[in-house]
């Protein structure tokens, strides 16, 4: 399981010491599927806000046409536009798990602690 969390364990308070075993290193998941999240919006903000997105703004939700235009292009070409060396990291919500604290960030859900 620890391999493979979803949105599930991103979302479940219960889950706290996992997550923060994730954003810590100390669990380095293959593939975290953000399952259990409402939209493709947030999906992307927990994923930045996990340190696990690596994608350039420049690119989400564009088409390839969009990015490198049309026509044939050299092997690699979208991923050198698009693809990121280091996590783009950003705080959103200061009531979700994250890679570094967001203490001044509002929260998503009414009520709830900071993660940190």
Known sequence: MDEFPGGW???????????????????VPY?????WTENKDNK????KQMGEWYVGDQCIQQTQDAIIGKGVHEAGEL????CLAEPNIVCFYR?????????????????????W
């Open 79 to 82: 991923v050198s536009a698009c």
């Open 44 to 47: 992307i903000k927990y994923f």
């Open 9 to 27: 364990h991103y979302n479940a308070r219960k889950k706290k010491t996992f997550m923060k075993s994730i954003a810590k290193g100390e669990i």
């Open 31 to 35: 593939i975290f599927h953000m399952s």
């Open 95 to 115: 009531d979700k798990p994250s890679k570094i604290p967001c203490k001044d960030s509002n929260p998503i859900d009414r009520g709830k602690p900071s993660f």
